[in-house]
């Protein structure tokens, strides 16, 4: 008897034909922009890892909301709006624990229009309590994603090796050491930067699923790595579960999903070669709603933001920041006094830092906070004059800055 195909929806069609389109149509908005000439500069900038301003990169950011948000209009025209309604109440159909690093873009804002899915930005990709899995459906998926030449793997590699003597433990503090202690000990311990990456996503990712089967949760959580050359332009998403080698159908999406991702960055001559971002984005997922990326919400391809995450409902609450995404704000803006991205860090960084949320009291509340429990990024942002506050709309996906 011959088995009949699933019938293919008329949504799922129209969020095929868009990500295959998403090239073209994005290159078509910002070439018919009115502000034609600031989208050309940063692009320029970025490829070429130059600093562009704190009011530049603002600027940049609401033009690339501009188009997000025409995007979520049109679905909403032929789908109707369901893309803020409480349908993730039910948990995620897609839990992803991914670095901080700007490279690292796997979903553009039709997979979000897809299915729900939920990340969690940490350096080193530690899964701690594994928090981000938590939250998935009785059928939901993780993905712990590793990357080429993670910086927080080196720093936790050089932790582990004796590589902080007495001249550079200027190096280590309290939130450089949350990102460190992250990482398993024999997993710093290797040599070589892809192997130990491709370690660490292992090692996470059954983690994870041994917290998971704790619980009784029979959710899986699997490894994959994102990998590059030293050309900087030929991207690869790995497979890497060392018990499951058929890889499971959901990888298919994150891979095209990259490859559109990068395409288009490499057609703007950007590469993953060297770190670079334009911002450093300081938010919670979970606050945010069904699109809950800055890199959605602000159209960014890759290399252009370094995004951590937070949990805000903690400190609305009267709750503190925490230790390791602090640290990672401080590892990408100021550390070792300029910061190890280059355009927000690096020399002449901009040191611009996006809080993005959807409470204007929330945004406050957390950059008093950011500036009064780290003084060294208090003083490189100018007492925070170059950190932004982006207020977000989730029901009309819309950005202000206050």
């Known amino acids: 008897m011959t088995q009949l195909s699933k019938p293919v929806s008329p949504r799922e069609v129209y969020i095929n034909e868009q990500k295959s389109q998403f090239g073209e149509r994005r290159d078509g908005f910002y070439k018919a922009h009115s502000d034609r000439g600031l989208i050309d500069s940063v692009h320029t900038a970025v490829s070429k890892l130059q600093v562009v301003s704190t009011e530049e990169v603002r600027r940049f950011l609401l033009i690339g909301n501009e188009r997000a948000v025409g995007l979520v209009k049109e679905y909403e025209t032929n789908f109707g709006s369901r893309l803020h309604g409480p349908e993730w109440a039910g948990g995620y159909a897609r839990g992803i624990k991914e670095c ?39 059928d939901g998926i993780g993905y712990v994603l590793a990357h080429t030449g993670c910086g927080g793997e080196k720093v936790a590699h050089q932790a582990q090796n004796g590589g902080f003597d007495a001249q550079n433990m200027h190096l280590r503090d309290a939130h450089i050491d949350r990102i460190i202690e992250s990482i398993p000990a024999g997993i710093g311990r290797i040599k070589d930067p892809h192997q130990r990456s491709k370690a660490n996503a292992i090692i996470q990712a059954h983690i994870a699923t041994l917290l998971l089967q704790e619980e009784g949760s ?64 300081y938010y919670d997922p979970y606050r945010l709603g069904r699109i809950n990326s800055p890199h959605a919400i602000f159209d960014l391809l890759p290399n252009m933001g370094f995004a951590v995450t937070e949990n805000f409902s903690q400190v609305e609450s009267g709750g503190s920041l925490s230790g390791s995404a602090v640290g990672s704000l401080r590892y990408a803006v100021s550390h070792a006094d300029t910061g190890h991205v280059n355009g927000v860090g690096g020399i002449g960084g901009n040191k611009t830092i996006v809080i993005l949320d959807t409470s204007a009291d929330v945004l406050r509340k957390v950059k008093q906070l950011l500036c009064e429990s780290t003084p060294e990024l208090r003083d490189q942002t100018r007492n925070g004059d170059t950190i932004l506050l982006a207020l977000y709309d989730p029901a009309t996906k819309k950005v202000s800055f206050i």
């Open 100 to 138: 901080v690093d700007a490279r690292v873009i796997t979903t553009t804002i039709f997979d979000y229009m897809r299915r729900t899915i939920v990340h969690e930005r940490t350096a080193g990709i530690g899964v701690r309590s594994g928090h981000v899995f938590r939250q998935l459906s009785a």
């Open 218 to 281: 029979g959710n899986h959580v699997y490894p994959a790595m994102l990998k590059w050359d030293d050309s900087g332009t030929s991207i690869e998403v790995l497979w890497l579960s060392d018990v499951h080698s058929v890889e499971h159908p959901s990888i298919h999406n994150i891979r095209s999903s990259t490859k559109i991702l990068w395409e288009c960055a490499v057609d703007l001559a950007i590469t993953s070669k060297d770190h670079y971002a334009l911002a450093a984005f």
